[in-house]
T-cell receptor, first 113, second 114 residues
Framework: AAGVIQSPRHLIKEKRETATLKCYPI?????VYWYQQGPGQDPQFLIS???????DKGSIPDRFSAQQFSDYHSELNMSSLELGDSALYFC????????????FGQGTRLTVV | AQSVTQLDSHVSVSEGTPVLLRCNYS??????LFWYVQHPNKGLQLLLK??????LVKGINGFEAEFKKSETSFHLTKPSAHMSDAAEYFC????????????FGAGTRLAVHP
């Protein structure tokens, strides 16, 4: 069965650079969530989208932005990267109706040097 | 405000012995609670979910959890540990009742010894 696909799996960037993380949800899933998991930390909710509109916002820095496209894939754009942005970024998808399970991707490991 | 506290950061058991991973929650209303597992270099996988139906919830891989409102607890148990159960386990509460804005506990790393 198709799962949530995240790309790239690993990314190394220098301070002050920009990064774009991509998430491809499970087919027919209309809701995407982004989480950030720092080293040894629990995942923190960043932002979510439903039907291409932002639905909820968590602890997402102003340097980050995200959007969901017409094919429901989502991109997390991160600018002016800082060392503290090094983390595992998870994307999850679900269907909005029926309170269905959110399936997580394997994550993108971002390292800022 | 909703929050979860996982009482043990590390739990070590022998293969074939019971597993108990403890979780207490704080919520201003009847919460939705989840347990997720994270194997090394893998994404988060849902083990089980409580959403105000039966208080004893059965999940995958032989895991189950019991919702105890009086104790504000949602402990995860398994009668007999398997080597493949070694992983990080997260107790999670939902702010919205659904899968949006999940609040994760700090995690419990389960080690299983032969």
């Amino acid at each position: 069965a198709a799962g949530v696909i995240q790309s790239p799996r690993h990314l190394i960037k220098e301070k002050r650079e920009t990064a774009t993380l991509k998430c491809y949800p499970i087919p027919r899933h209309d809701t995407v969530y982004w989480y950030q998991q720092g080293p040894g930390q629990d995942p923190q909710f960043l932002i979510s989208f439903y039907e291409k509109m932002q639905s909820d916002k968590g602890s997402i820095p102003d340097r980050f932005s995200a959007q969901q496209f017409s094919d429901y894939h989502s991109e997390l754009n991160m600018s002016s990267l800082e060392l503290g942005d090094s983390a595992l970024y998870f994307c999850a998808s679900s269907t909005r109706t029926g309170n269905t399970e959110a399936f997580f991707g394997q994550g993108t490991r971002l390292t800022v040097v | 405000a909703q929050s979860v506290t996982q009482l043990d950061s590390h739990v070590s058991v022998s293969e074939g012995t019971p597993v108990l991973l403890r979780c207490n929650y704080s919520s201003s209303y009847s919460p939705s609670l989840f347990w997720y597992v994270q194997h090394p270099n893998k994404g988060l996988q849902l083990l089980l979910k409580y959403t105000s139906a039966a208080t004893l919830v059965k999940g995958i891989n032989g895991f189950e959890a019991e919702f105890k409102k009086s104790e504000t607890s949602f402990h995860l148990t398994k009668p007999s540990a398997h080597m493949s159960d070694a992983a990080e386990y997260f107790c999670v509460v939902s702010l919205s009742g659904g899968y949006n804005k999940l609040i994760f506990g700090a995690g419990t790393r389960l080690a299983v010894h032969p």
